[in-house]
Nanobody, 122 residues
Framework: QVQLVESGGGLVQPGGSLRLSCAAS????????MGWYRQHPGKERELVAT???????QDADSVKGRFTISLDKVKNTVYLQMNSLKPEDTAVYYC????????????????WGQGALVTVSS
């Protein structure tokens, strides 16, 4: 069974920074993609940023130039460095990964973390 454990959420003032981490554990033979989504109260979950195992990054226009995603393939950990935070970044941030847990890796499963609350407020 694969689990994702997020850390690093919390309260920060506008203009501040936070770094989220998400570590994958369990039986893992390969990870194709890891990334972050967020959900504002009463709204649908939306893409923040994802990174593939070969380094391709997708990120939302709303975070370009402020958030940086990175992947440590040895540690199976993805990071989200969030700078210049705004009140509208307040949300629950969810980590996700496409994981191969059975060889040969013909099938990948989508795994989600439990979420980390980020609150941007003065």
């Amino acid at each position: 069974q694969v689990q994702l454990v997020e850390s690093g959420g919390g309260l920060v003032q506008p203009g501040g920074s936070l770094r989220l981490s998400c570590a994958a554990s369990g039986t893992i033979f390969d990870i194709a993609v890891m990334g972050w989504y967020r959900q504002h109260p009463g709204k649908e979950r939306e893409l923040v940023a994802t990174v593939s195992s070969y380094g391709m990054i997708q990120d939302a226009d709303s975070v370009k130039g402020r958030f940086t995603i990175s992947l440590d393939k040895v540690k199976n950990t993805v990071y989200l460095q969030m700078n210049s935070l705004k009140p509208e970044d307040t949300a629950v941030y969810y980590c996700t990964a496409d994981v191969c847990a059975i060889t040969p890796c013909s099938r990948y499963i989508e795994v989600w973390g439990q979420g980390a609350l980020v609150t941007v407020s003065s």
